[in-house]
């Protein structure tokens, strides 16, 4: 089955860190950029950080840059994103997506399904004391 699967959210104190991973499966992710993308409850979603094919290439929302640290392992099948110093802010479910558009147009991480070819479930992201 062809897929995405992220993992390693949970709930986490103000200042702490947790590192999602995104999954592939039933293809290779070396041909596809990669986005984390999150959804608060009440919010639209947005693009939070992306990585080029390479990984030569990362691009950060401005209010996660210095804390977030996008990554990729392709012999692995597998892209990171380890968060730094946790807010409440960031609380939301987190999503990984790959498409294989020109990077200069997908670092926009324009948030809309149909732009990707393959999304995750997700997962939840909570920063609570």
């Known amino acids: 089955q062809v897929k995405l699967v992220e993992s390693g959210g949970g709930l986490v104190q103000p200042g702490g860190s947790l590192r999602l991973s995104c999954a592939a499966s039933?293809?290779?992710?070396?041909?596809?950029?990669i986005g984390w993308f999150r959804q608060a409850p009440g919010k639209e979603r947005e693009g939070v950080s992306c990585?080029?094919?390479?990984?030569?290439?990362?691009n950060y929302l401005d209010s996660v840059k210095g804390r977030f640290t996008i990554s990729r392992d392709n012999a692995k099948n597998m892209v990171y994103l380890q968060m730094t110093d946790l807010k409440p802010e960031d609380t939301a479910v987190y999503y990984c997506?790959?498409?294989?558009?020109?990077?200069?147009?997908?670092?926009?991480?324009?948030?809309?399904?149909?732009?990707?070819?393959?999304w995750g479930q997700g997962t939840q992201v909570t920063v609570s004391s």
């Open positions: 039933g293809f290779t992710l070396d041909y596809y950029h």
């Open positions: 997506a790959a498409d294989r558009s020109p990077y200069p147009v997908f670092r926009a991480l324009i948030p809309e399904k149909g732009r990707y070819e393959y």
């Open positions: 990585i080029s094919r390479s990984g030569s290439s990362t």
